[in-house]
């Protein structure tokens, strides 16, 4: 059974900081493509950071230099370091994995941003 379930969600004061993680069962992890989506409300999904298995990691531009993507193939755990939050940062995070089979999605955790 794959399971991805993300941790580390929270309501966090602008400047803040959060790392969010997403351990994985049941897939290739080390194989596997991983990525975190956001959602805000009323808002189309956006594909904040991913980590490929030859190794690039990419940003959505407005994440650039605050997070940072990072994974454990020996935890099968992928995780987000969050910095410098900002309340357009408030949005549920999701956890993405695609292995040579099909693509896994996480449950999501909720991050607010506020003061």
């Known amino acids: 059974q794959v399971q991805l379930v993300e941790s580390g969600g929270g309501l966090v004061q602008p400047g803040g900081s959060l790392r969010l993680s997403c351990a994985a069962s049941?897939?290739?992890?080390?194989?596997?493509?991983l990525a975190w989506f956001r959602r805000a409300p009323g808002k189309q999904p956006e594909l904040v950071a991913s980590?490929?298995?030859?190794?690039?990691?990419e940003y959505l531009d407005s994440v650039k230099g605050r997070f940072t993507i990072s994974r454990d193939n020996t935890k099968n755990t992928v995780y987000l370091q969050m910095n410098s939050l900002k309340p357009e940062d408030t949005a549920v995070y999701y956890c993405?994995?695609?292995?040579?089979?099909?693509?896994?999605w996480g449950q999501g955790t909720q991050v607010t941003v506020s003061s």
């Open positions: 049941g897939i290739m992890f080390g194989l596997s493509n």
């Open positions: 980590s490929n298995v030859d190794g690039r990691t």
């Open positions: 993405h994995a695609v292995d040579t089979r099909s693509n896994y």
